[in-house]
């Protein structure tokens, strides 16, 4: 299907607002995004997971470092704590891939 600037239609997510943290790893390597929606990192630095994109793009998650939050693909993380086993499917928003 065509999303247009989406990159899917579902998530998972530890809790409805997906506001708490899923997990947390330490990025494999260097990693710098095409665009605005993407947050850059360095290999060894902390990344927090806030969700996770199912469907097409489930190579995609959502997260922090520092205070820049965006998408990364998640093969770069070594998973190193997990906050929460509970992951709802949720529909994306059209403002989860905006640039802000």
């Known amino acids: 299907p065509d999303l247009g600037r989406r990159f899917a239609e579902r998530k998972r997510c530890a809790d409805t607002e997906c506001s ?35 469907g097409e793009s489930t190579e995609l998650w959502a997260g922090s470092v520092g205070s820049e939050f965006g998408y990364f693909p998640k093969d770069l993380l070594e998973i190193n704590h997990n906050y929460s086993n509970e992951e709802l499917e949720l529909p994306t928003e059209e403002t989860d891939f905006v640039c802000f």
């Open 20 to 54: 708490m943290l899923m997990c947390r790893g330490k990025a494999m390597q260097d990693f710098k995004g095409p665009d605005c929606r993407f947050v850059n990192f360095k290999k060894g630095e902390a990344v927090y997971v806030y969700y996770k994109l199912i």
